[in-house]
């Protein structure tokens, strides 16, 4: 288990330090999802949540991963130490029907991928950011959704369901995303 | 053209375009460089917010590794004309993103992120600044400015001062051509106007004054040295006015006096004319008087020894008679003309050494008849030191032969005493002749004229006593003539003293000349005994004179021959070889003096005596020429035979001029050679 870390530390360093090549790597699990921990960091950076959204002040920001864990652990070690706008993180590991409201950023597996509707309209009136590795996840009301272009890893974001959520979206992190128009919770049935 | 010389206008506007454009100059640069530097400042700080907003907003794409992204936000430059490029440099230091501006071909960009700040290199001004998000260091922003902005308006602002400057010089100009005539007009003026005085020499003229300044004051002191210029001006014309007066008065008066210096030239030159007419007349006249006179005493003295050979003494009385007054006649006119001689400064002085006791006997021996008349008795008293003296022995005789035949004229079975003595003063010795009579006396009024000419004691004593009046004046100037003086003391009724004192050694200049021709010794006249009869060649024109000399002789024993001229008794002598000759000195063709030369030149003849016997008194000439002896006319016979006798045995010895003791007469005759 100790080798194991070390590696992983190392791997962690490698792709921090050349992020370049990671991007371009091919999309190996492993690097993959050291990747997108990355943006979940920024992303947390990148949004502002009301005051309300947090017990107090200096409270963490709560991520939820909900379903099983692709990262395997590299988000907690992305994050670690690490601070958004004074605040500090913490992961949750989340399942299906699990208590959602203590979230301020929900990672939605593509293991849930079947009750997705019904997970989006759980959360529906939370401030809380989604974020999904499902393909039309945001075209089906989640907010913030990662996809593969020519074999790099963008994000398509859905502005209306964060405005609805009352999250603001630093504009700066929206002109990187792929805009995607926002539809009824019902269209979001129809694929 | 050098800047010095040139005309005070154009130094004025020199000066004043130099002082506008170095200020303008000095101020536009400074401005310029305040503006660039403050614009520098500004495109500095204004690229550093540029890099600002650029890192903002590349921050995203570089958290999420957007190159595309971040490039499109560098694209964003493209609306900042003067950024030339912007590089995204990753944490990393790898080069992220880059932005280059289209015109640029090779862009030189730093393949590593340089240090942060801002900074010029260059003509670049280059930003560097860290790309964070949310305190997170993400990278490197680098931004290159060409300062194209900066430059452009580096030119603008370039062009605008210079126009300006341009501009404002053209004003300056306007405005210094304007107002330079406040200094340059009037010192143009002044010098228009001294232009005018130095060339027409125009004193009246004034420089106009414009202004006050010390311009004015200058104008103001050329005018007044104008005016005294001016004032001095016509002083000097009226000094010159003056001095043209004075110069034509001086020429009238150089012309009076040069009138008078002809008109007293003329006087002189007749003056002279009428001297020398007298002169002439008086040589003339003694000449053709003594003819006549040396016939009638020669005639009658022929005549009274022919009666006394005869035995008819009765008429001897009067032959006596004649003679003494043709001798009395001849000393009168010795006498005066002696005396015009004197007055004339013609008479010279013939000096030679004698023997003074000896002189004076002779004198006192030739006396004793004269004394023995008046019943009188000489007295002689002779000092034993008189010695030789040195002087003209013919004066000398003169003067003592004067005074003794006065004293014995005037004093009657009385006694005549002379005394000669030998005195000293304290520059030179005299010789002291003094002549005392017993006779009657002069009274002192006399004595005041007693030298004047023809100025006896009484007009009644000429008649009684006879005489001429002029002994006593000649004597005195003789005795003048040799450095000597006269005195007279006498007491009417008792006597008289008369004295001379003569210097011992006479010299003049005169005397001078023919000094070296004189031997005096007075040995040569010691008389010769008379040998037998010989051969006496008688040389003049005058047929009276060759008569008696002829006659004269041949009773003395002598052979006579006679020439009637020069040439033929230059012939006779020749053929002859007399041995001694007689020579007259004026005489037709040539002369004596001629003849004497010839005779001297011709080594046969030169040895013999030559007498002259002459009316002409130049005994210094004839010594000269060599004659041996020299007579006078009318001749005293006795004095020729005395001479004669003396040469008769001096034929083959060298000439010696002989003294003579003869009553002279002078002549001063124009026509001698």
């Not at chain 2, 003594?290 to 022919?306: D, K, Q």
Request: charged share 20%.
């Amino acid at each position: 288990m100790r080798t194991l870390g070390i590696i992983a530390a190392c791997l962690l360093c490698a792709t921090l330090a050349l992020p370049s090549r990671a991007q371009t790597s091919s999309s190996s699990d492993s690097s993959e999802y050291l990747i997108k921990a990355g943006f979940i960091y920024n992303f947390a950076k990148l949004t502002e949540w009301p005051a309300s959204a947090f017990p107090a002040p200096d409270s963490p920001i709560v991520i939820g991963i909900l379903g099983s864990d692709p990262f395997e652990g590299t988000l907690e070690q992305v994050l670690q130490g690490k601070t958004a706008n004074g605040r500090g993180f913490v992961v949750k590991h989340l399942k299906w029907g699990s208590e959602l409201k203590d979230c301020n950023i929900l990672f939605v597996s593509a293991s849930e991928t079947p009750h997705l509707d019904q997970i989006l309209h759980l959360v529906k009136g939370m401030t809380i950011l989604t974020i999904g590795d499902t393909p039309n996840f945001a075209l089906r009301g989640g907010m913030i959704n990662f996809i593969l272009e020519d074999g790099k890893i963008h994000f398509e974001a859905n502005v209306e369901a964060a405005k609805q959520a009352d999250i603001n979206i630093s504009s700066r992190l929206l002109s990187l995303a792929r805009i995607v128009p926002h539809t009824v919770s019902d269209a979001s049935k129809a694929p | 053209m050098k800047l010095q010389n040139l005309s005070i206008k154009g130094k004025l506007m020199l000066i004043t375009m130099l002082t506008s454009t170095v200020a303008l100059v000095l101020f536009s640069a400074s401005f310029l460089l305040y503006d660039l530097i403050s614009f520098r400042h500004f495109l500095s700080e204004d690229l550093a917010t540029q890099a600002e907003i650029i890192g903002y907003n590349s921050a995203a794409a570089m958290a999420f590794k957007d190159e595309a992204a971040a490039t499109v936000t560098l694209t964003a430059l493209k609306a900042k004309e003067d950024v030339t490029a912007a590089v995204l440099y990753g944490r990393d230091e790898k080069l992220f993103a880059r932005y280059v501006r289209a015109n640029v071909a090779q862009p030189s960009l730093p393949s590593v992120p340089p240090l942060e700040g801002i900074r010029f290199k260059g003509s670049y001004l280059e930003v560097v600044q860290p790309v964070s998000l949310n305190g997170e260091n993400l990278g490197t922003l680098f931004l290159q400015s060409d300062m194209s902005q900066w430059n452009s308006r580096a030119k603008r602002y370039a062009t605008f001062l210079l126009m300006f400057m341009v501009a404002s010089d053209l004003l300056a100009l306007l405005i210094a051509s304007k107002l330079q005539t406040l200094i340059s007009r009037p010192i143009l003026r002044l010098e228009d106007t001294m232009h005018v005085v130095s060339a027409q020499k125009n004193y009246e003229v004034r420089a106009l004054k414009f202004y006050d300044d010390e311009i004015g004051r200058l104008i103001d002191g050329f005018n007044t040295m104008l005016s005294e210029i001016q004032q001095g001006d016509s002083a000097l014309q009226a000094a010159n006015d003056a001095l043209k007066t004075q110069t034509q008065e001086l020429e009238g008066e150089i012309i009076q006096r040069k009138r008078a210096q002809e008109e007293s030239l003329a006087a002189k030159r007749t003056a002279e004319n009428a001297s020398r007419a007298k002169s002439s007349f008086l040589a003339n006249m003694s000449h053709e008087l003594r003819t006549p006179l040396n016939a009638i005493i020669g005639y009658s003295e022929m005549i009274e020894e022919e009666i006394q050979d005869t035995g008819q003494f009765r008429n001897v009385q009067d032959v006596k008679k004649i003679q003494s007054a043709g001798k009395h006649l001849l000393s009168l006119i010795n006498d005066v003309l002696d005396l015009s001689k004197i007055e004339a400064g013609k008479m010279g002085l013939h000096l030679e050494t004698f023997d003074v006791a000896q002189m004076v006997q002779e004198m006192v021996a030739t006396f004793q008849p004269t004394v023995a008349k008046n019943s009188n008795t000489l007295e002689v008293s002779l000092a034993e030191d008189l010695g030789l003296m040195r002087a003209d022995v013919t004066k000398v005789r003169q003067i003592l032969f004067n005074l003794l035949s006065n004293a014995c004229k005037f004093t009657s079975h009385g006694t005549v005493s002379i005394d000669v003595a030998r005195t000293e003063t304290s520059d030179r010795q005299w010789i002291r002749f003094r002549v005392r009579d017993t006779g009657i006396g002069i009274s002192p009024e006399q004595q005041t004229n007693l030298f004047e000419e023809f100025a006896q004691a009484d007009v009644s004593i000429a008649r009684k006593f006879g005489g001429t009046g002029l002994g006593l004046a000649i004597s005195h100037r003789f005795a003048q003539l040799m450095g000597g003086h006269f005195s007279a003391e006498s007491e009417l009724g008792k006597g008289s003293i008369f004295t001379v004192h003569l210097p011992t050694t006479v010299s003049t200049e005169a005397a001078e000349a023919a000094k070296s021709k004189e031997n005096s010794d007075p040995s040569a006249a010691a008389p010769q005994p008379q040998s037998q009869a010989e051969t006496i060649l008688v040389i003049d024109d005058d047929p009276a004179v060759r008569d008696l000399m002829s006659r004269f002789l041949v009773k003395s024993g002598f052979h006579v021959v006679v020439a009637a001229d020069g040439e033929e008794g230059f012939r006779l002598a020749k053929r002859i070889r007399p041995r001694i000759i007689t020579l007259d000195v004026v005489m037709p063709g040539i002369d004596g003096w001629g003849v004497l030369r010839r005779l001297k030149a011709d080594p046969e003849l030169a040895g013999i005596p030559v007498i002259m016997v002459t009316i002409v008194d130049n005994e210094v000439k004839g010594v000269s020429l060599g004659s041996s002896s020299y007579v006078m006319k009318p001749v005293d016979r006795a004095l020729l035979t005395d001479l004669i006798e003396r040469h008769r045995g001096a034929r083959s010895l060298n000439l010696k001029p002989v003294p003579i003791g003869v009553r002279r007469s002078s002549e001063d005759d124009p026509r001698k050679p």
